[in-house]
Structure formats: structure tokens, C-alpha cells
């Protein structure tokens, strides 16, 4: 069978675009206070601002440690003064659960579970108090598909985890206050570095609300309800890589060449066609989730024998893992395992640096590797 040109499938860090180069870097040992990082970095954010089609009253900066640096920023500085509901249903939004209930503690929470693959129930929602959510669940390949059920008459706040999403869908910011993402995914720049939008109500928030407890000097981005807008004008709290900021640049001026959020948009869902189309085309493997909530970026896997359904868990995990490993030694593909924290099940990233040609090359070689090592 042929083999597909980019080999790499992981969900984080995701695949480089095809025809991706290590860009010039003109900047390294060059002080980002400098007039020419700030300009970079500026750039950066600009570049950002524009392809997410950002309203002017929106603003976005740059944080450290990727989406977990970019979410806990938001937790940290923006609840305490409001009621909390948590949408928890994957391993991310587990985790801002357990730091908003066992960290923060803050005295009125209420958590919204669904067991995995599903999302939770936003008819429990209450919009009258603060939000929290991830807006895919990667680790599940679960995801919203619009904000319709996010009320615009709402006194709370919607703080958003949309890591793995961001470059894959067109929001409708008027229904998010607060947003956090990472660089490494959407469009498979380096990891490290995240990014934090704030509507006019999370400003408002941030000027007239001081939490209670103290602010790590990497998450404050008011000091006394005083927002640091220079965060979002080139100057990031702690001092980023100018190697990370030059590629990012990189990857966002190829973004907009081929028609920006659209584009990359348009190539998710050609992939995703690709998908359906393979599934319907053999009955070893199915999709994980049901098709009103699936991720079209993420595709999830199980599979259908009566064999490995009857499996334990760690044998389910030892079975995904041989397959892995064939289609690493017949070098079509690489990092698909899902996500160890969650249940069995393998994972592809169909992301806009995924091209449709590679994904319809790839596909076949799991089921090339379920029969090598089915009994």
C-alpha cells in the first residue's frame, strides 16, 4: 500500500504543514523589550486577531505554557465573585474541575459531568452564573458544533478552553467572554506558548473584581483591578522565545495565505469526508462518538469485534498499542494512541495541517495492522 508524504497524527503537538521549514530566526538572543521583538510579537498578535476575525472591543496577549498556562490565567483572575458552573467531561475539563473545587475552592460551585465520550447537558446550565468548558474535548473527540445554547442575556461569564479547536471553527465571539488556546495545535506550531482572549465583559470583570486569594505574578494580568493591557500590545508577562514567536509568525502568514479561518475550516472538513468515507468502507473500525457531538478535527476510534469489546482496559490499551506500533515500523504513522488518562481508544488528527491525501493514504494501514495482530 502507498505510504502518505506526512506521517504525524498526534493531537498535541500536532502535525507541521506539509512544505513546512524552520523559518529564519532573526531574532534569537535578541531582547523581546527590544523594538524589534515587541514588533514581532505585535505582529503575532495581530496576525491572530485577524484570522479569528476578532471584534475591535476584543483583546488578545500572549501567555506561557500553552493552553494550561492560558486556561489557569483566566481561572485564576476572573472567578471568585460569581457562582461557577463546570462543564467537566474529558481529561482538560477534569482538571480545570479539580482547580476550581480543590485549588481555588471557591464556596459556590456546581460541576456538570458527562461520563466519557459525551458532553454535558447545557440545558442544566445557568447563565446567570460564571460558565467554564472546553469547547472540544480532545481527549475524547467530543465537541460543540455551535453556541446557540449559550445565552446572549447572560450576567455570568463564559470562560472557554477551545485549545484544539481555535483555528477549526467560526465563532460567534458576541457568546464568549474568555477564551484560552494554545499555538501547538490548530495549526502545529511550538509548544510552550498560549493565547487569551478578553471580551469587554471579562475587562469589566478584571477592573471591578479583585479574587481573594493570591495571584501567581505568570497568571496576573490586572494588578489591583487594573488590566495590563501590555500584554496584549507586545509586551507577554515572562520572556517568550523569539524561536517559538518567529515560527508561530510563520505558521499564522501561512494561515492567511490560503484564505485564513475559512481555508482552515474548509480543509477540516474535507478530512473529515475522508473519515466518513472509510468508515462506511469497513466494519473493523467506528467512530467513538455520535455524530451530533463528534469533533471533525479530531477523529476517534473504536473498534468493533466482540473480542476486543470483551477485552479489560489494559488489555483494550495493550491492543491499540500493537497497532501503533506496526504502523510506527512501517513508518505511516506516528502518536495516534489515545490519550492514557482516558479510555481506550486511538485518536487521528484531522486538523487543518492535515492534508485529505495523506489521511485517505493512512486509514487503511490500521486496519493492515488490526489483522496483524487480531488472534
Known sequence: MEKPRNTRFSCGPTAKRLGWAAPRCDYVGRSHRSSDGIAVIKEVTDLQ????????DYHIGIVAASATGATETLLWTLLGNNGVDVLSCCVFSRCWEHDIVNELK??????LRA?????????NIDFDRDVVFCWTATTSGASFHNSDWIKSDRKGLTICDATSAIYGFDFDWEKFDAMAFSWQKGLGAEAGFGSIVLGPRAIERLESHKPSWPIPRIFRIANDRKVNFDIMNGYPINTPSMICVEEFRDNLKWAESIGGQAALC??????YVVVKEWIASQNTFEFLVEEEIRAHHVACFDITSALYKNLSEEEKWNFLKKIVAICEQEKVGFDFLGHLLSKPHLRVWCGPTIEASDLKLFLP???YAYRKVAP
Open 365 to 367: 494501514w490500521l486496519e
Open 106 to 111: 471557591l464556596p459556590d460551585i456546581r460541576v
Open 115 to 123: 461520563e466519557f465520550p459525551k458532553l454535558p447537558d447545557t440545558k
Open 49 to 56: 486577531r485577524k484570522i479569528l476575525k476578532l471584534p475591535d
Open 266 to 271: 474548509k480543509k477540516i472538513e474535507d478530512n
